[in-house]
């Protein structure tokens, strides 16, 4: 359970355990919770960096193993097959391993963030929120179950384009210093005709969706004890507003914010995004096309917080 108090210096009424009263500005609290999501998008930048420090550590790795092997004459294919091999799956061993690891990291910040956002964003409302206990981590575990499979279909696809490439050369299909290089590329973080590597894009997207993703739960769990404690709490869905935001989720920012029809909703009537019934941002009903790579966010609103 949630303690909420109204925190204000007019007078304030007790009702049901919830002090309110009003009088705060509803800009101030919009412009909170921009700090807070581009705080949001700062997190998420530097893992995605870390990430990709880390494809490039591998490929150099794997550029210096693929360059001490030296075809000498035409059977070099044959000779060199189970070397090039060799090389192949050390990358994709500890690019699953560190991978992995990268990614859980990620995606526990990114819970505890979300744990945190109603309560910070709250005091831009000059609500007060405190809880009885730290959040239950079962949702969290069971997202994690999810990182095993997906670290897996990355790391096994890059073994599968790579087995490619190395299939060209023993057929005779590619030069080896040309399969070399096309096999590096693979790993590439570094843009090129705008595009990154396959692999680096996989491994982007799945960092971004799986951290907002437990963002996201984080809030909404968080905002269930507060719902609990706020008699006819409301939500509305918030975007990122920039320029990379979807038109779909853009869309509903504007459908249900303050003031606009049918503006916020009770907290557990789900939103219309896309053609998808979505309690919160990354409902797993929403699909694909709205969770992947989404920075949306679940906002907590009452009008009778604001004058």
């Not at 499979?149 to 384009?161: G, N, T």
């Amino acid at each position: 359970m949630a303690l909420v108090t109204k925190a204000l210096s007019l007078p304030a009424r007790l009702r049901e355990g919830v002090v309110e009263s009003e009088g705060a500005d509803i800009a101030v609290y919009i412009r909170r919770i921009g700090a807070l999501i581009a705080a949001r998008g700062r997190l998420e930048d530097a893992e995605v960096r870390a990430v990709m420090r880390m494809l490039a550590d591998l490929r150099r790795g794997l550029s210096e193993d693929l360059l001490r092997i030296t075809p000498q004459d035409k059977l070099w294919r044959v000779q060199h097959l189970g070397q090039l091999r060799a090389a192949v799956d050390r990358v994709t061993t500890e690019f699953a391993s560190r991978y992995g690891t990268a990614l859980t990291g990620a995606v526990n910040g990114a819970w505890e963030q979300g744990a945190a956002f109603p309560a910070a964003s709250l005091a831009g409302a000059r609500v007060e929120v405190a809880f009885a206990q730290e959040l239950s981590r079962v949702q969290l575990e069971v997202i994690s179950q999810m990182h095993v499979d997906l670290v897996r279909a990355v790391s096994d696809d890059f073994k599968l384009r790579a087995g490619r490439e190395l299939t060209l050369g023993v057929a005779g299909a590619k030069p080896p210093f040309q399969i070399m290089r096309d096999v590096g590329e693979l790993l590439r973080t570094e843009p090129l005709r705008g595009e990154m590597g396959t692999i680096a894009n996989q491994a982007e997207r799945i960092v971004r969706t799986e951290m907002g993703q437990a963002f996201s739960i984080a809030n909404r769990v968080r905002g269930d004890e507060i719902a609990a404690d706020v008699p006819g709490l409301l939500h509305y869905w918030m975007s990122a507003r920039d320029g990379r935001v979807r038109a779909t989720h853009s869309a509903a920012d504007s459908r249900y914010a303050p003031g606009s029809n049918p503006g916020p909703l009770p907290w557990d009537k789900p939103f219309s995004v896309g053609g998808q019934q979505m309690l919160y941002p990354h409902d797993p009903r929403g699909g694909a096309a709205n969770n992947v790579m989404c920075r949306c966010v679940d906002i907590k609103y009452k009008k009778e917080w604001f004058r």
